[in-house]
């Protein structure tokens, strides 16, 4: 796939995922449930390439929180930013290599933890503690319809995508 093309499928995603929550909340459905950022940085990973996935996450909860309010800057956004930077570059790298499934699967728990981890050092930097409850809490238990939506949802948008032969294979260009 060209640089160009590449450009426009990430900006297109990075729109979406700003778009998108907007949705969610008009329809008072929390974000922390459903997960509607998700998708677009997911599906940009695979696409695009780790490298633009990665970078689909960053601009997209920035660009949201600063546009929005949504997600609150700090320490939200920021640990957000750094989930979904996860979610984009661990689904592009490992798409080329393996199926959908495990790619989406890696990603989604590499996430995760990468998200575990920034909430507790920022959290801590502002002198709170991130008990593991509330991490399994909010990593499993909450957001379980959004992982469900994403389990079923981007291997469909990816079978689909490659039938209309809009993306090739697995040759997203790493």
Same mark, same amino acid.
Request: net charge positive; proline share 5%.
């Given at each position: 796939?060209?640089?160009?093309?590449?450009?426009?499928?990430?900006?297109?995603?990075?729109?979406?995922?700003?778009?998108?929550p907007q949705f969610f909340h008009i329809f008072a459905l929390s974000g922390k449930i459903f997960l509607p950022m998700h998708i677009p940085?997911?599906?940009?990973?695979?696409?695009?390439?780790?490298?633009?996935?990665?970078?689909?996450?960053?601009?997209?909860?920035?660009?949201?929180?600063?546009?929005?309010?949504?997600?609150? #800057?700090?320490?939200?956004?920021?640990?957000?930013?750094?989930?979904?930077?996860?979610?984009?570059?661990?689904?592009?790298?490992?798409?080329?290599?393996?199926?959908?499934?495990?790619?989406? #699967?890696?990603?989604?728990?590499?996430?995760?933890?990468?998200?575990?981890?920034?909430?507790?050092?920022?959290?801590? #930097?502002?002198?709170?503690?991130?008990?593991?409850?509330?991490?399994?809490?909010?990593?499993?238990?909450?957001?379980?319809?959004?992982?469900?939506?994403?389990?079923?949802?981007?291997?469909?948008?990816?079978?689909?995508?490659?039938?209309?032969?809009?993306?090739?294979?697995?040759?997203?260009?790493?």
């Amino acid at each position: 796939m060209n640089k160009t093309k590449k450009l426009t499928i990430t900006a297109s995603l990075i729109a979406l995922g700003v778009i998108i929550p907007q949705f969610f909340h008009i329809f008072a459905l929390s974000g922390k449930i459903f997960l509607p950022m998700h998708i677009p940085v997911i599906l940009c990973g695979i696409i695009c390439g780790g490298i633009n996935g990665a970078v689909c996450g960053i601009i997209t909860v920035f660009l949201s929180s600063f546009i929005t309010g949504m997600p609150p #800057l700090y320490p939200i956004a920021i640990s957000m930013a750094f989930e979904l930077a996860a979610y984009g570059l661990v689904s592009g790298l490992l798409y080329p290599k393996f199926k959908v499934w495990l790619s989406l #699967l890696c990603a989604m728990v590499a996430g995760r933890l990468i998200s575990g981890i920034a909430n507790a050092f920022l959290l801590g #930097l502002a002198g709170k503690s991130y008990a593991m409850g509330t991490f399994i809490t909010g990593a499993f238990i909450t957001s379980l319809p959004g992982i469900i939506i994403q389990l079923i949802a981007i291997p469909a948008i990816i079978t689909i995508l490659k039938g209309t032969k809009l993306i090739n294979g697995a040759e997203n260009g790493n």
